[in-house]
């Protein structure tokens, strides 16, 4: 999904009432062979700053500002997971410590930050490793 259309659908959301289906009713094809970077969204995502005000000026019911903040957590999470196998730890880390009171995320945030400790590239040459060794095993 690109993220102008999830920051489009945020600003709806704040703005109008929308319902939910949890039903996959698209197919979104990634298998492109022609890609210069794996890791697309080496940025902090637009809609995390979108999803900040509202919730600062109040346009997020206090009930919603709970799954809204995971939202933001998941999603900084995820950008954090692509700048350290690009080999930018720094900025995940400063990602990652915007998502400490992650609650539903809290293991992958733990896992993440581990690999964020490590210099730079490391992390993508130990997962690699690992995947060899498991492939040899299996």
């Not at 703005?15 to 009713?25: E, G, M, V």
């Not at 298998?31 to 000026?57: C, G, M, Q, W």
Request: hydrophobic fraction near 45%.
């Amino acid at each position: 999904v690109l993220l102008e259309d999830v920051a489009c659908w945020i600003k709806i959301a704040i703005q109008y009432p929308i319902a939910f289906s949890p039903r996959r009713l698209v197919i979104y094809h990634q298998e492109a062979s022609n890609r210069s970077n794996r890791y697309k969204n080496l940025s902090e995502a637009p809609f995390v700053k979108t999803i900040h005000d509202a919730i600062d000026s109040g346009l997020i019911p206090i009930q919603f500002q709970s799954e809204a903040q995971e939202f933001v957590a998941q999603k900084q999470i995820l950008t954090a997971i692509a700048n350290v196998m690009e080999g930018n730890p720094g900025y995940a880390r400063q990602l990652l410590a915007t998502c400490v009171t992650t609650r539903k995320y809290k293991r992958q945030w733990l896992w993440w930050r581990f690999w964020a400790s490590f210099p730079s590239g490391w992390p993508a040459r130990l997962l690699m490793l690992k995947q060899n060794i498991l492939r040899v095993n299996s």
